[in-house]
């Protein structure tokens, strides 16, 4: 072989070998695993009583936080877990299999609230709040979104007035996973309008601050165990040294940490489609019509090969955009590709399976209805798909 040929390929090749190195270490098995058998052992038995009944999860999330996977990317010295964000997709992959009600939990206060204060906050804010946050004593909620602030992240009412040595907050926050659960918030609020979404800030609320209000959990059609606020501040005390980096930061800050949340639920997705899938492939072995299994028809066994070949499309994507943020490169292409992607991919196969099943799909007890409710939520939540289309629009057009 030509030896310049050979130094070509070990110079600009090599990175390429890692990308398409797709087994896994033996750790993060052992984190798939653990994951795996806390949804069979500790979510399948009640998942359906506690949608049915909008039953906030909170002995699972207790445990969830023993077992290290409330604060997994965070360092030790903070009361994480230390590990890469592939083991926290796998984690986040097999919660959602049984239960995305728990997993949205887990994805906001690891993906949001632990890795925005450990990557932005300041030492004495990781101290106070972070260690409490990463360990599972206490769990965080992201406060951005508003009556007329969803998409439009840059059109913040909720005011933080500038007071001297600390702010008054004002406002409403809609569409708060963890609202009434959460012992600090993580709110953006203008302080200088006439900036725009350079005069916005970050600020770390506590919940039991005077004047902080939690309007009624809201009755949705997926994730319904879920704890979802509204949460209204009506002149709310808050110190200066609760604001997350330089003054004017929030906006910049919301949307680094929505990019890696936006990995959390791509990888939600994928676990509400793999669910599915795997309760309609056990499902068609079983059931049998017209003197033999289901799975034998060509029409049931060529939808279970699309939703075999989508999921493993939307694990591949995912996958690249956590193996983007571990080596330190920009992932907001990848992360807005993978969640795109794997929310369409939640909502075909979902579908699916509740079509595989028949008229059995349609009643709880077979899971997969619900499975298909809390699909659509990863079309919305982190960035509508259209949102998504956005970003990656902008990316592949500047070329």
């Known amino acids: 072989m030509n ?12 990175p390429i070998l890692q990308i398409m190195n797709f087994q896994l270490t033996e750790e993060h098995k052992a984190v798939r695993q653990a994951a795996r058998d806390f949804a069979k052992n500790e979510l399948l038995p009640g998942v359906i009583e506690r949608d049915e009944k909008m039953k906030f999860p909170a002995e699972q999330i207790k445990m969830l936080g023993e077992l290290g996977f409330m604060g ?8 994480g877990s230390g ?8 984690a986040m992959e097999e919660i959602s299999k049984i239960d995305a009600s728990v997993s949205v939990c887990m994805s906001v206060n690891n993906s949001l ?3 925005g204060l450990e990557k932005y906050g300041n030492e004495d804010q990781k101290q106070k709040y972070l260690t409490q946050l990463a360990s599972g004593q206490k769990i965080g909620a992201f406060l951005l979104s508003e009556p007329e602030a969803g998409s439009d992240a840059t059109s913040q009412r909720t005011t933080a007035v500038d007071m001297g040595d600390h702010y008054i907050l004002n406002g409403t926050k809609n569409w708060i996973t963890n609202g009434n659960s959460a012992s600090y918030y993580l709110v953006i609020a203008q302080t200088y309008p006439e900036k725009g979404h350079k005069g916005i800030n970050a600020l770390i609320v506590e919940k ?10 809201e009755n949705k059609l997926g994730i319904r165990g879920s704890d979802t606020h509204s949460i209204m501040f009506q002149d709310v005390k808050v110190p200066k040294e609760n604001r997350i980096g330089d003054d004017g930061f929030g906006f910049t800050f919301a949307m680094k940490v929505l990019a890696g949340g936006r990995i959390g639920i791509a990888a939600q997705a994928l676990g509400i489609a793999s669910g599915a899938y795997e309760l309609a492939l056990k499902y068609s072995k079983e059931r049998k019509a017209f003197g033999t299994e289901i799975s034998n028809h060509q029409a049931i066994a060529f939808k279970l090969a699309d939703m075999a070949t989508q999921i493993e499309a ?4 995912v996958h690249k955009a956590a193996w983007t943020k571990d080596q330190g490169l920009d992932y907001t292409l990848s992360a807005s590709m993978a969640k795109l992607f794997a929310s369409d991919i939640a909502q075909f196969v979902t579908s699916e399976a509740v079509q595989i099943h028949g008229g059995y799909g349609y009643v709880k007890e077979f899971h997969v209805e619900r499975l298909m409710r809390d ?6 939540y982190e960035g509508t798909s259209e949102v ?8 592949v057009l500047k070329g």
């Open 72 to 79: 997994m990317m965070v360092d030790p010295k903070y009361g």
């Open 3 to 14: 030896i310049g040929f050979c130094v070509f390929f070990a110079v600009f090749c090599s």
């Open 113 to 115: 609230v632990c890795w």
């Open 208 to 217: 039991n601050s005077h004047g902080v209000m939690v309007g009624a959990k």
């Open 375 to 380: 699909a659509k939520i990863t079309q919305i």
């Open 83 to 90: 590990m890469d964000t592939i083991s926290y997709v796998l």
């Open 388 to 395: 998504q289309r956005i970003v990656i629009s902008r990316t």
């Open 314 to 317: 939307a694990r591949l994507l």
